[in-house]
């Protein structure tokens, strides 16, 4: 099932994507009085298609592949090598015939639409709900064996400034622009004591690397919900319960307690929780509970899944400020901002060396096991995930390599400055090497994916 959902989750993104960016070359054609022969979201290679209708002048149509997709302009040299129009005279509404400035927005009209889908995305989800704001008096959670770990951070320190830059929240801590420096310290309080650590240069994709947030607030181990009959119900714990060891090894966060007794099927574990012996008005935190509960000690055996079947209650102090419409665009756009610097930041760092080319790029497997991750988060977590995505795939397109659209930009701008079309035969050339490195790439993608899976 799991298989399936990363399957689907994977196309939604793909789709939306591809036909946002196609579309922008589709527009922008049409708008200055192009033929576009073809409009496929997927790839129909060998002609398998699962739909296509010709509509007008243009053929819609789905391929079987959904690895991209494609606008076929009459008289352009694009994906589908086609040299059919070379051998008749150029004609008025061909990409060919047209002046170069207007080729050149036809070219960069996909990566437009991908950086404006992004920015839709960013103000509709602010529009509608909110920033998010969670104090810094949550403690952090630091994962084991993580980059943050090596560094020198430690579950319970308290976050305080990345470079220097004071941190009003949680969310700060994530900023794009702070995590893509080319240096990254982070200030911690620590029993009383403020100390800096520097991130390696390669935190990017440590972080990428890693399927949970490496660095987060702590989310105590109290519990929402006890599945009836099962381990944890039938020992006697009870909803809004607070898990604080298991065998002596003290708990302070719900993933660490899950890691524990998921290594532990079948077998028996002494559990310590505590309870509020009365109902009281006040928010319940693990605070409140290690305060007034009273403790008690259980043995479970979680079941042959590793489960003894609880939930989470979330207990970290988060709101929801709304903004009017003009702030959540004002917002958007700074989201749009940030991420977008992340990104050529990142690419910068990929580039450079910095970063770990291997773990910080991803094909098609990589991309549908983060969207199905996102997916299971919630919709506006997936729709996040698709906005990123969408900036991602904007810059990698704009990337002047043949094949790509920013390599067809500069070949047109090329046109333009000498004032003459470059000769059939090198521009032909030029995208069939184009095609070949990109082929090479996606099948490097793949293994490099399936090795890192």
Not at 8 to 15: D, L, P, R, V
Not at 25 to 50: K, P, Q, S
Not at 160 to 189: C, F, H, M, Q
């Amino acid at each position: 099932m799991e298989l399936l959902n990363t399957i689907i989750n994977f196309i939604i993104a793909i789709f939306i994507l591809v036909t946002v960016h196609e579309f922008g070359h589709f527009i922008t054609a049409r708008m200055f009085g192009m033929r576009v022969d073809r409009f496929f979201i997927g790839f129909d290679f060998w002609g398998i298609t699962l739909w296509k209708k010709k509509i007008g002048e243009t053929e819609y149509g789905i391929g079987a592949f959904p690895v991209g997709g494609y606008v076929k302009i009459a008289g352009m040299i694009d994906e589908s090598l086609d040299t059919e129009y070379v051998n008749h005279k150029v004609e008025p509404w061909e990409f060919r015939g047209k002046p170069v400035w207007q080729r050149l927005i036809v070219m960069a009209g996909g990566v437009f639409m991908n950086m404006v889908l992004a920015t839709i995305i960013f103000i509709g989800i602010t529009a509608t709900f909110g920033e998010s704001r969670t104090p810094l008096t949550t403690l952090a959670y630091v994962e084991p064996n993580s980059v943050f770990s090596s560094m020198g951070l430690k579950t319970g320190d308290r976050l305080r400034s990345i470079n220097g830059a004071k941190l009003k929240n949680w969310e700060d801590a994530y900023d794009p622009e702070l995590l893509s420096a080319s240096t990254v310290r982070y200030t911690v309080e620590r029993e009383g004591k403020e100390l800096t650590f520097t991130a390696p240069k390669n935190l990017l994709s440590s972080i990428n690397d890693k399927q949970i947030p490496p660095l987060r607030p702590i989310n105590p181990p109290v519990i929402e919900q006890v599945m009836p009959n099962d381990p944890a119900d039938k020992a006697g714990i009870l909803p809004g319960s607070l898990i604080v060891a298991i065998d002596g090894v003290q708990i302070i966060d719900w993933d660490d307690m899950v890691e524990i007794i998921s290594k532990n099927a079948g077998k028996k574990l002494a559990v310590t929780w505590m309870h509020l012996k009365s109902a009281t008005d006040l928010p319940l935190t693990a605070d409140l509970i290690r305060k007034n509960g009273q403790t008690f000690i259980t043995d479970i055996t979680p079941n042959s899944s590793g489960k003894i079947g609880i939930s989470s209650r979330q207990t970290v102090e988060s709101e929801r400020i709304r903004l009017s419409f003009p702030q959540a665009v004002v917002s958007g756009l700074m989201q749009t901002k940030k991420a977008t610097v992340m990104t050529v930041q990142g690419f910068a760092k990929i580039f450079t060396g910095k970063e770990d080319f291997r773990k910080s790029v991803g094909g098609p497997i990589k991309i549908a096991r983060i969207a199905n991750q996102s997916a299971e988060q919630g919709p506006v977590s997936f729709m996040y995930f698709v906005a990123v995505l969408s900036i991602s795939l904007a810059f990698i397109n704009i990337l002047p390599v043949p094949a790509l659209d920013g390599g067809q930009f500069l070949l047109n701008a090329i046109e333009g400055i000498i004032g003459r079309e470059i000769p059939f035969e090198i521009k032909m050339r030029i995208q069939q090497v184009g095609m070949t490195i990109l082929l090479m790439l996606f099948a490097y993608f793949m293994v490099n994916d399936l090795l890192n899976f």
